[in-house]
């Protein structure tokens, strides 16, 4: 059986949060929250919530290990950009763009 858990509008770039996603995919699900909670980046932190979520999810489904869990997927999808403007000398400009990601996260048994 497989569980998933969803976290959208996260205010966190897409590419910092797939260099973390990659070290925690296909691993088991504890050896994943141990990789989680000793990587000191932001995402770490919000994709630890988010595999903490499914792991609750897949409790709720009768007859699934919670031992025998693995990280089958962690998707890392762009969302929404804030666009922002910074001043600039002589009354120019600038655009700072502010990015989102919706992060999924499938557990599944082995």
């Known amino acids: 059986m497989e569980a998933k858990a969803i976290a959208k509008y996260i205010r966190l770039s897409p590419q910092k949060a797939r260099?973390?996603?990659a070290n925690i995919l296909?691993?088991?699900?504890?050896?994943?929250?141990?990789i989680l909670k000793f990587t000191p980046k932001k995402s770490a932190k919000?994709?630890?919530?988010v595999l903490h979520s499914a792991v609750a999810?897949?409790?709720q489904i009768?007859?699934?290990?919670?031992?025998?869990?693995?990280?089958?997927?962690?998707?890392?999808?762009?969302?929404?950009?804030?666009?922002r403007i910074m001043t600039?000398?002589?009354?120019?400009?600038f655009r700072i763009v502010k990015r989102?990601?919706?992060?999924?996260?499938?557990?599944?048994?082995?």
């Open 46 to 49: 919000i994709i630890g919530k």
């Open 100 to 110: 989102t990601s919706h992060i999924t996260v499938v557990v599944a048994e082995n």
């Open 88 to 93: 600039r000398s002589m009354g120019r400009a």
């Open 26 to 34: 296909g691993r088991p699900v504890e050896e994943a929250m141990n």
């Open 62 to 83: 009768s007859g699934v290990d919670i031992d025998n869990l693995t990280v089958k997927q962690v998707i890392i999808n762009p969302g929404p950009t804030h666009k």
């Open 19 to 21: 260099l973390v996603a």
């Open 57 to 59: 999810n897949a409790e």
